[in-house]
């Protein structure tokens, strides 16, 4: 993986942990995990601030809470960056569940992908009396036969990590505020 070679860097990319599983030709599983120093409600009240994502979450430009026909929840994601020079826009309609303070499930209802669906796991851990969450994201993605699937495991693997480490540093930054 591209990782800079500077120090303060690879520390931080080290903390977490990728790994990728190959479903079929075109779908993967990719599963990231950290541990963040902050207690599992925190961390949830950041997952779960829906609409503020896009204010620290890197390449996500869009984060919209719509309408959900049956009372449930239902956000839109667009995600953007650039791809081989060229701008990459992926749009998903995410159908979620919230089961507090373990699990949030998704589950793609409309987007730009065959199938899009994953969950959010927090688990507490202490540590010399130091409460943490650890938290781990999983997706599994279906891509459409027009986005090369190698280019887009690689990317979403490195974009989960850069997301994971971007929630630990609110989770932190957070707590100096409060």
Sequence with gaps: ??????TSDHDTFAQVAIQVDKLSERQR???AKIQIPQPVEKVWQILTD??????????????SLL??????????????????????CARVVLDLEELFPTLIQFNMVEGDFKG???SWCLEPY?????????LCY???????????ISIIERRLSKDLQTNLLAI???????????
């Design 168 to 178: 630990r540093q609110r989770a932190v930054a957070v707590e100096v505020i409060v």
């Design 116 to 118: 899009f669906s994953g």
């Design 1 to 6: 993986m591209g990782i800079d070679s500077s």
């Design 126 to 134: 202490t540590l010399s009396e130091q409460q943490g969450t650890t």
């Design 67 to 88: 309408e959900h026909p049956n009372g449930g929840i239902r956000l839109e994601q667009i995600g953007s960056q650039s791809l081989l020079n060229f701008k990459f």
């Design 50 to 63: 829906y609409e503020s994502l896009p204010d620290f979450i890197p390449n996500l430009a869009k984060s």
């Design 138 to 148: 999983t997706i599994q993605i279906w891509p459409k036969l027009t986005m090369p």
């Design 29 to 31: 599983q990719i599963s």
